[in-house]
T-cell receptor
């Protein structure tokens, strides 16, 4: 069993839709949770960074962490074609070592 | 302020050869981490360097080795290349060696895409 599970998609939605991306994890020792966006032929770019259970909002993006269920989510409101990318969840076990999910490919159609 | 730069951007090698990938960390960052991202997968941690010493290693064989230089730039060396080594190699820098609080300023480069034939 992988430490972090993420549905690879692809997930295809119309412009303006609300997108929900999710990851589950097995190790309760994970404390910090991140969402990265990766465009084709680019490195990952940090979108959201959360520590505790609950919600964190930044513009059109909301990150949600439920430590009791070992489940994290990223919501994108009013999705745009420019949001089309691969979204990676990541978690920290110790230091700066990140453990990533496999990534979900998102396609927003105009 | 410059970001993380990696070179080369693309390269092709044959099985058994050796490769060196280079990374210049972001200004003010003293820690460099390397990740391997196979096609369709998330990045996997290879190792981290801090003050020219290895500071943590993932599940990669010894033929993956690295260096960090006094200016905090870094190299990743892979010997005896195998077909499965074909991947995007990502370098990330951060201003802090320890503590997950550094992760929120972890900056990735665009990567070096290695193809092994």
């Amino acid at each position: 069993q992988k430490e972090v599970e993420q549905d690879p998609g692809p997930l295809s939605v119309p412009e303006g839709a609300i997108v929900s991306l999710n990851c589950t994890y097995s190790n309760s020792a994970f404390q910090y949770f991140m969402w990265y966006r990766q465009y084709s032929r680019k490195g990952p770019e940090l979108l959201m960074y959360t520590y505790s259970s609950g919600n964190k909002e930044d513009g059109r993006f909301t990150a949600q962490v439920d430590k009791s269920s070992k489940y994290i989510s990223l919501f994108i409101r009013d999705s745009q074609p420019s949001d089309s990318a691969t979204y990676l969840c990541a978690m920290i076990l110790y230091g700066n070592k990140l453990v990533f999910g496999a990534g979900t490919i998102l396609r927003v159609k105009s | 302020e410059t970001g993380v730069t990696q070179s080369p951007t693309h390269l092709i090698k044959t099985r058994g050869q050796q490769v060196t990938l280079r990374c210049s960390s972001q200004s003010g960052h003293n820690t460099v981490s390397w990740y391997q991202q196979a096609l369709g997968q998330g990045p996997q941690f290879i190792f981290q360097y801090y003050r020219e010493e290895e500071n943590g290693r993932g599940n990669f064989p010894p033929r993956f080795s690295g260096l960090q230089f006094p200016n905090y730039s870094s190299e990743l060396n892979v010997n005896a290349l195998e077909l499965d080594d074909s991947a995007l190699y990502l370098c990330a820098s951060s201003p802090d060696r320890t503590g997950p609080s550094g992760a929120n300023v972890l900056t990735f480069g665009a990567g070096s895409r290695l193809t092994v034939l």
